[in-house]
């Protein structure tokens, strides 16, 4: 069993994205901009927030934090959107979802210009992505593909089993995994709260793609010996062991889980720290206007 180290992968990925940062301010251009809007004070939304502002600075990116209170109206929020899509002197913009029940997460992201959707959430980039055109992934997906790429993990042909369907992973992850490029080509199964069986599906997977977001659902009986398990859960649950009062648990017992596994993603250290080096990585990509011209 080879562990996939997420956190160090991530960290090479940074210093490529810092090298090639000082190789466009010699060029004479400006660092990439990321602007981010959070609404309210939710604990999760605060911390990811506040990491993706941190790993900005990291790499030598500048990063604009907007905060509003939890009862922003939805349009002083568009009308944020949409002074951020028409600043030039801004690269990528990012949402922090959830927004309070009042504002639609649908109007704001169709507001943000699918030029600057570094989350990769607008429906053109979705749409881009399903057809292979050049164009924002969402964050987690984009990690676990680079993953994927990084340690070399043969996927053609391959049954991947991909537990979620949601829209920011579970659906653009299925979606990337059948295209016919690497990492790719493989027969994607999809498995969602309304599978039947889902033990026969998934012991018959090479590959393994756990993005439900229930700690521990996957137990070693429904892993086939020798598979690849990628675990996207990060859910916070309650921890006496740590400073911040909770931990992260990922959604596959990982102890009984590893010893069958050809390669295994940790939780914490996995796909968590490649999902926000992808978000660099997408708003490098908005600044060298290599997607949208
Ligand atoms: N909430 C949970 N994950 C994400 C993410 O990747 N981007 C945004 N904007 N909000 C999130």
């Known amino acids: 069993m080879e562990l996939i180290d997420g956190k160090a992968t991530a960290a090479q990925i940074r210093k490529e994205i810092k090298e090639e940062v000082n190789s466009l301010l010699k060029q004479g ?5 990321l602007a981010a809007i959070l609404v309210g004070h939710d604990g999760a939304s605060e911390t990811y927030v506040n990491l993706k502002v941190k790993d900005c600075e990291e790499v030598g990116f500048r990063s604009t934090l907007i905060r509003y209170e939890d009862n922003v109206s939805e349009k002083e929020l568009l009308n944020k959107v949409i002074e951020i899509n028409k600043n030039d002197e801004i690269d990528g913009v990012i949402v922090q979802l959830p927004l309070p029940s009042h504002i639609s997460e649908e109007k704001v992201i169709e507001t943000i210009d699918p030029s600057k959707d570094v989350d990769g959430f607008h429906p053109v ?115 006496t062991e740590t400073k911040s009062g909770f931990k992260l648990a990922g959604d596959v017992k990982f102890d009984e889980v590893a010893p069958k596994c050809s390669y295994i993603t940790p939780v914490p250290g996995g796909v968590g720290p490649m999902t926000r080096v992808s978000l660099l990585k997408n708003t490098l990509s908005a600044a060298k206007k290599e997607i949208y011209r």
């Open 29 to 33: 251009h400006k660092a990439p901009h």
């Open 125 to 239: 980039n979705v749409g881009r992505m399903s057809i292979g055109l050049p164009c924002f992934v969402s964050a987690t997906p984009a990690g676990v593909i680079e993953l994927l790429r990084r340690y070399k993990i043969e996927t053609e042909g391959k049954n991947c089993v991909v537990i979620g369907r949601s829209n920011i992973v579970g659906k653009p992850m299925s979606i990337l995994l059948a295209q016919k490029k690497y990492p790719g080509n493989c027969t994607v199964t999809v498995c969602h709260s309304r599978t039947k069986n889902m033990k026969e599906v998934t012991s018959n997977a090479d590959i393994i793609i756990a993005a439900m977001g229930q700690p521990g659902f996957v137990s070693a009986d429904m892993v086939r010996e020798g598979a690849v398990v990628i675990d996207v859960g990060t859910t916070r649950i309650p921890s």
